[in-house]
């Protein structure tokens, strides 16, 4: 199910590429060694932020209590899991959107392995990372998965108590956004921390 989960993306991505490949121009771009990672789904480079398109990563500020008993940063290790894949993976991203309002662009990333056990496959970074429990499929204010194979690995890795789902006290960061929102739209202030920006 987890091949079938990257299909989707993969297969935009190979559509995405084909196109500007026949305009003769590489639509892919690495992430930079100098990357400044901001949180579990986003990065800044050259005064550019880029944001994983349909995943969402732990809040700051939101705790859960790990294996040990102690209390631990979701956000931060998110953060910590999306630095580590990228270092490891290397992959090569592409704009699948840009909200200038937000000053974001939000990308796909790709890496075809060529060692280890992962070699010779393709691996969709935003499928790493949610189907390995260290992020979450972005919803729509309606509740709904803003990209619908995340959602699918998602709910793999809860069922498999993957990452932050083998934790009773996971704090859901949709359930945080959509809650927030909720309270936004009544006239209530906002309640989500600084770091839960609204996903296209």
């Known amino acids: 199910m987890a091949r079938a ?3 989707a993306a993969v297969f935009a991505a190979l559509l995405f590429a084909a196109s500007a490949a026949a305009q003769g121009a590489s ?3 690495p992430i930079p060694d100098d990357a400044v990672y901001l949180t579990g789904d986003s990065w800044s480079s050259s005064g550019v932020t880029y944001r994983l398109y349909g995943v969402q990563a732990c809040l700051r500020g939101t705790d859960f209590t790990n294996a040990h008993g102690l209390k631990r940063d979701c956000g931060e290790a998110s953060l910590a899991m999306l630095a580590a894949l990228a270092r490891d993976l290397r992959p090569q991203c592409y704009d699948a959107a840009e909200s200038r309002r937000l000053r974001t662009v939000f990308v ?4 075809n392995p060529t060692k280890g056990a992962a070699a010779g496959s393709r691996i969709d970074l935003g499928t790493a990372l949610i189907s390995t429990g260290f992020a979450f499929a972005a919803l729509k204010p309606d509740g709904q998965p803003v990209h619908t194979p995340y959602f699918v690995a998602q709910l793999v890795a809860q069922r498999a108590k993957a990452g932050f789902w083998a ?3 996971v704090p859901d960061p949709n359930a945080i956004i959509l809650r927030a929102l909720r309270q936004d ?3 209530a202030e906002p309640a989500a ?3 839960a920006a609204k996903k296209p």
């Open 193 to 195: 921390p600084p770091d």
């Open 27 to 29: 639509p892919w771009f």
């Open 108 to 111: 796909f990333c790709l890496a």
């Open 167 to 169: 934790f009773a006290d």
């Open 185 to 187: 739209q009544a006239g």
């Open 5 to 7: 989960t990257a299909s």
